[in-house]
Every structure is written in structure tokens, then in C-alpha cells.
């Protein structure tokens, strides 16, 4: 029993600490990526190649004055990105990150949590994103941040629509919601080669649920003033931007587990490694093609332009949702045909 | 539009190319300070007042280059050349304080172009940066060139053509 927990708190522990030193590292990489599109170099005076540049926006975060407006609701102005961050957080539980690590004859899971309704457990989190957005327009008391809120919260409610009927297409083809399932039945061929439809509507999803280019309607600075995060500093507003970059993370994990295979070693049972080293291999590959997802995300950041209102709302009603609806029609058509 | 127009993923792949071709050309940045922009010969940048071949001041505290400089940059306080001090001064008038605002200074060069005696010259060698604006007023101290033939400044490259024809007019005689 106490094996057990000690094993849990370090696995949530080392997932924690991974997933937020991804995240610190991914605003770096960020900056010197975009700077590379741009025929320029990011950061690179503060470590070497600007290793330590996160750590000073850290600090420098820290340093900011912490204030509250006066006019606004104090619970609901600490509540805002709180509750943005836990859920960015939260996600990462049921994630499968590795197979099963064997030590002393015991098998321990490099998953935290798993249940037999995996999606709909991340589904309901990443719905109460909008929450956080919201909260932290509002309780900010200023028209501007309000806006930004309330486009923001419209955006993302409006997205997930298509994002949970590509989900179904996947779930209907997996037969299960339990990730652990569906990864393992990917080891002879990835779902992406099944449902590719699915998996460009899930990116241009994820791509609005994080608010991220070329949908950062919410948070532009050129129309919106900062919009939800205008009346925020110091920490407060560092867990907002860190928010987003660990919900980047946690969406590529969960694409790279549906689509492309999650922690499968292709061409595992040829190598004769033993079945930790398989694990391990497993993850890293798994890290390795989270990392790519989020250097796609980052890339199409910066190549595209920024949608407008009405036209981030006809995409996603009008043309992702139809999209969506016509690749479930089709998986079941399949499925039923196959079963016959 | 064409249909394959009206879908956007084919124009968004077009443009996700170029970016990527981006990433792996060469970058236009030139990183200071472990390399240096190439200045142009006649850079105007910091001063200098030269000394003659003897070592002596060329400067004779006739201001004309305050006069000249738009921006009210240089002051002066002139003083007597006694006895003993020949060789430090070229003629009976010297700069006793002589003092340049670095922060007023828009380095036009008109200083250099106004001084009949070709005492103050603008080099290629920038200001660098201080924390208080005190510090930059220069002083005779940072301004005169050391006295050590090794470490004069060159300044050569200023005598483009159109100075040379300049000096050859007859009513515009300078002493080198």
C-alpha cells in the first residue's frame, strides 16, 4: 500500500515537474524559432544560446508589482488563473506516457490515473478552460478585458462542438475511451492512416482551444489591449501565458496518444531489448513526437494571420462542424460494413 | 476562387513552406558585441584633438568649432602660454578646459570642417554606453590624443579628395 502511494506521488510528481519545465522551455523555444523564420536569432544573450531565458522571465515576473485593481472582484480576480492553470494541469493525469515499467516483479503504469472513460475525463476538463478565461474577464472590471473574455469563451465553446464529434470518430473506430486501450491497439498501425479527416479537424480545434495563431482573437494586443489578461501582472498574468503553453503540451500529448500512436515502439517486438527498456524507448519516442507537435504549432503561428470574429465563427459552425459530422457518418458506414 | 483555392490548406502548406525555407537561411543579424558592423572610412564617431609631430596641442582655443556646432556641444576656457610649457602648446593661446557633451553632440562634423588649425577630428571608434549623464562630457583628459607616436590616432582616411582640392584654395589655408 505504501509502495503504492509512493509510487503515485512520484510519478505525479516527476509528470508536474516535466510538464511544467516543457512548458517554461517551450516559450523559449518559441522565441528562437519564430526568430529563425523571421531571418533573425531569438534570445540568446542570457545563457548560452539563451538557455537561461525563461528562468529571467521568471524572475522578472516575480519582481513586477502584484496589485488588484480597486473596482474589482477580489476572489474572482485570484480565482481567474487559478483555475487556468489547474486545468491545463489536470489534463495531464490520464494521459498514458509510458507502457509499464517492471521493478522487483512489481509493474508500475506510467500512467497517473486509468479509468474506462479517459476522454470524456479530459473533454470535461478542457471544457472548464473556458471558465478560467471568463472569470478572469470579468472579474477584471474593465470593458476591454471583457471583450476579450467574452470572445474567448464564444471561440472555445464553439470549437469544442467539432473537437468531441472528431473525438467520436476515433472512439467509435477505437471501440473504448480508455486511452490505455486505444494506444495499444495502435501498435500495428496508427489511427492517423484511418482518420486523417479526424485528425485535421481535432488540430485546427486544438489550435482555437489554446488560443493559439492564428485564432489568439482573445489575447491579441493590437485590438484588444491584452484583452482577458490586460488588468493582470506579476504572477498572476505568468499563469495565464504559462497556462496556454502547458495546454500546447498537454494537446499535443493527447494527439500524439490518438492519432499517432502514442509510446508504441514501431517495430518493437524485433529489437530484443528487455521490457523496461522498451518502456522507456516507448517514451521517448512519445516525447519526441509531442515535441514536433508542438514546433507544427508554433510554426503555423507564426506563418499565418490572424482570423477575424465572423470568420473564426463561420469556420467552426458552418465548416468544421458539417466536416466532423460527415467523417462520423462515414467511420460508422465502415464500421458497419466491416462488421458484416 | 477554384475549388482548390476556396479549401485554404493547400495556400497554408504553400505558406508554411516558405517559413520553413526561412529557418534555414542566413540570418540577417550582425551579433554585437562579438561582431562589429562595418563603419564607412570617414565614420564620424568619437573626437579627437590631435597633437602636431612635435607632441604639442594643435588646439588654440579660438571657438570656432563651438561656434559652428548646431547643437551647442563644446565649451572652452582658454589660457596663456607661460614659459616653461613651449612644448605642450603650439601657439600662445590654449584650451585650458575643453569640454565636448557627448549627449548634445548630433556628429555632424562641421566642428572638423570649422577648425583652421585641424585640431578636432570625429574618429571611427562610437561612445560607449555609461550609467550617468554626467560622465559624458568629455573632458581634455579623454579627448587629446596620447603623445606616444605608437598611439596616434589615425585619421588619414578623412583627407578624402574633396578635402585635399579644399585645402588647396588659397583662402582657406590650414596648417597640417
Not at chain 1, 488563473?81 to 489536470?90: F, G, Q, R
Not at chain 1, 467539432?162 to 495499444?184: F, K, P, R, Y
Not at chain 2, 562630457?137 to 587629446?144: A, E, F, N, S
Request: charge should be neutral; aromatic fraction near 12%.
Amino acid at each position: 500500500m505504501i509502495i503504492y502511494l509512493v509510487y503515485k506521488i512520484v510519478l505525479i510528481s516527476l509528470i508536474l515537474a516535466l510538464s511544467l519545465l516543457i512548458a517554461m522551455y517551450a516559450t523559449l523555444v518559441e522565441r528562437k524559432f519564430a526568430g529563425f523564420i523571421q531571418d533573425r536569432y531569438g534570445p540568446d544573450r542570457a545563457g548560452p544560446m539563451g538557455i537561461l531565458q525563461p528562468v529571467a522571465d521568471g524572475v522578472k515576473l516575480f519582481f513586477k508589482e502584484e496589485f488588484m485593481p480597486n473596482t474589482a472582484d477580489k476572489f474572482l480576480y485570484i480565482l481567474g488563473p487559478s483555475l487556468t492553470m489547474l486545468v491545463a494541469l489536470l489534463t495531464s493525469a490520464v494521459i498514458p506516457w509510458g507502457g509499464e515499467l517492471i521493478i522487483h516483479g512489481n509493474s508500475y503504469s506510467l500512467q497517473v490515473a486509468r479509468s474506462s472513460v479517459d476522454i470524456l475525463y479530459i473533454f470535461a476538463v478542457v471544457s472548464m478552460g473556458v471558465y478560467g478565461i471568463m472569470i478572469g474577464g470579468w472579474a477584471s472590471n474593465n470593458k476591454y478585458a471583457l471583450l476579450g473574455a467574452v470572445r474567448a469563451s464564444s471561440q472555445m465553446i464553439s470549437y469544442e462542438l467539432a473537437m468531441g464529434l472528431s473525438l467520436a470518430s476515433v472512439i467509435m473506430m477505437a471501440g473504448t475511451l480508455s486511452l490505455h486501450d486505444i494506444v495499444q491497439q495502435q501498435q500495428h498501425t496508427w489511427y492517423i492512416i484511418y482518420q486523417p479527416l479526424a485528425f485535421l479537424i481535432f488540430f485546427i480545434c486544438a489550435l482555437a482551444e489554446t488560443n493559439r495563431a492564428p485564432f489568439d482573437l482573445p489575447e491579441c494586443e493590437g485590438e484588444l489591449i491584452g484583452g482577458y489578461h490586460t488588468e493582470y501582472s506579476s504572477m498572476k498574468l505568468g499563469f495565464y501565458l504559462f497556462a496556454e503553453y502547458i495546454n500546447m503540451f498537454v494537446s499535443s500529448a493527447i494527439m500524439s496518444t490518438l492519432f499517432f500512436g502514442g509510446y508504441n515502439l514501431p517495430f518493437a517486438s524485433h529489437l530484443h531489448f528487455s521490457a523496461n527498456w522498451i518502456t522507456i524507448s516507448g517514451s521517448i519516442f512519445l516525447f519526441v513526437k509531442i515535441f514536433i507537435f508542438m514546433i507544427l504549432f508554433m510554426w503555423v503561428r507564426w506563418t499565418l494571420p490572424r482570423f477575424r470574429y465572423d470568420q473564426l465563427m463561420k469556420l467552426g459552425w458552418t465548416i468544421l462542424l458539417p466536416l466532423a459530422l460527415i467523417n462520423l457518418i462515414i467511420t460508422a458506414i465502415v464500421k458497419l460494413c466491416l462488421v458484416n | 476562387m477554384t475549388f482548390i483555392e476556396k479549401l485554404y490548406l493547400p495556400a497554408i502548406f504553400g505558406g508554411m513552406a516558405i517559413t520553413m525555407k526561412h529557418v534555414f537561411m542566413k540570418k540577417a543579424t550582425i551579433k554585437y558585441p562579438e561582431q562589429n558592423r562595418q563603419f564607412s572610412d570617414i565614420y564620424r564617431g568619437k573626437h579627437v584633438l590631435k597633437r602636431d609631430d612635435e607632441g604639442r596641442e594643435r588646439c588654440t582655443a579660438c571657438g570656432l568649432c563651438a561656434l559652428a556646432c548646431p547643437a551647442e556641444a563644446i565649451t572652452m576656457v582658454s589660457e596663456e602660454r607661460k614659459q616653461g610649457e613651449e612644448h605642450l602648446y603650439r601657439e600662445e593661446k590654449y584650451a585650458a578646459i575643453y569640454e565636448i557633451n557627448m549627449l548634445r553632440c548630433i556628429y555632424c562634423g562641421l566642428c572638423e570642417s570649422a577648425c583652421p588649425k585641424e585640431a578636432i577630428f570625429l574618429t571611427q571608434s562610437t561612445v560607449e554606453s555609461e550609467y550617468h549623464r554626467d560622465k559624458f562630457i568629455y573632458g581634455k583628459d579623454i579627448l587629446v590624443e596620447p603623445v606616444d607616436p605608437a598611439k596616434r590616432i589615425d585619421i588619414s582616411k578623412r583627407q578624402t579628395p574633396e578635402v585635399l582640392e579644399f585645402k588647396k584654395k588659397p583662402f582657406e589655408k590650414h596648417n597640417i
